[in-house]
C-alpha cells in the first residue's frame, strides 16, 4: 500500500513548548549481514529535550541500514508530535520494506509512526491508541485561538496519514480521534491499524496419552492415558454412526470402530484383534468392519 508523506511546512507554526524532559527513550539499531535485515528498537517516549528517542539520531542512523527489510520493534506511549512524523517519514522514505512490530504499546505519535509499516504486525495484547493532540500556550486569547488553529492543522495532517495507511473514511478517523480510542490486538487488525495480529503464546501441551488403538477398548481407561479426541475425524463419525444410526452403546461403538480400524490399517491379521467380550461387539465389529474394509478396497 503507497505510505503517504505529510508536509513539513504544515507544521511550521508550532513550537516544541514541553517544559521539562520526556521519559527516556531506548532506540537501537541491529544489522544482520546475513539476513540482509536490521532490527531497530523504538522503545520509550518519542523526542524531548534529554534522552527520548531523538528524530534528528534516528534519521541518521536509519540511512545507514543498507539492507532489505527493517522490523522496527515498537513499544512507545508517544511524545512530540514533530518528532514523530519525522521518524514516520524517515521510514517511509527509506527503500528497505518495513515491517513494524507493536509490542507493547504504540500510542498517540507512536501510532503514527506504526503507520510506516509496509506491513504492521501486533501483539494480541498490544494496544493502538489515536487522540487530538495536545499544546499549551501563555498569553493573551488571541495567542489561545491561534494555538487552537494550530492545533487543529496538525489533527488534520495526522489524520492525512491514518487515512492512507488504514483506508478508513475521514470521519470515522475524526471521531475516533475526538473520542481517545484504543484498539487491542485484533481490533487493531479488524479497524485497519495493523495487519497481523501475533497470538499470544499459549501454554505447551503435555503429551501424556499413549498412542495405542487398544487403549479405547478398555473400559475404564482414564482421560490422561486415553484421549479419544485424538482419535481420526473418520473414527469419530464411525462411532457417531454407529451411536445414532445403530443404536449402538457408547462403548460398544468405541470398541467396534477401533477393531474396524485395527483390520483396515494393514494386512488382516487374527492375532492382532482382542479376544471376544461378552457384550457382543466384537462379532459385530469383524462383520461390520470386513464390509467396510470389502467397500473401501472396491
Known sequence: MPKKLIDPAMLSRVKNLAPTAL???????????????????????????????????????????????????LNSPGGLVFDGVAIYNALVQHKARVVVHIDGIAAS????IAMAGDEIRIAEGAHVMIHKPWSF???????????????????????DIYAARTENKRDQLETWVAAETWFRGQKAVDEGFADVMVPAKKKEKKEAHARSAMLPLFRNAPRDVSDPSEAPADIREFERLLRDEAGFTN???????????????????????????????????????????????K
Not at 505519535?109 to 503514527?112: E, F, G, H, K
Not at 500556550?137 to 489524520?159: N, P, Q
Open 109 to 112: 505519535i507512536a501510532s503514527v
Open 23 to 73: 521519559g527516556p527513550g531506548v532506540l537501537r539499531l541491529v544489522a544482520e549481514d546475513a539476513t540482509d535485515e536490521a532490527e531497530v528498537f523504538i522503545y520509550g517516549d518519542i523526542g524531548g529535550w534529554w534522552d527520548g528517542v531523538q528524530a534528528e539520531q534516528f534519521a541518521k542512523d536509519l540511512s545507514g541500514l543498507d539492507v532489505s527489510t527493517i522490523n522496527v520493534r
Open 251 to 297: 462403548a460398544q461403538a468405541k470398541r467396534i470402530a477401533v477393531l474396524a480400524r485395527v483390520m483396515n490399517t494393514g494386512p488382516r491379521d487374527e492375532s492382532r484383534l482382542p479376544a471376544p467380550r461378552d457384550d457382543g461387539a466384537s462379532e459385530i465389529a469383524r462383520r461390520i468392519a470386513a464390509e467396510v474394509i470389502s467397500f473401501h478396497r
Open 137 to 159: 500556550v501563555v498569553g493573551d486569547s488571541v495567542s489561545m485561538r491561534k494555538e487552537a488553529d494550530v492545533l487543529d492543522e496538525l489533527e488534520g495532517g495526522l489524520i
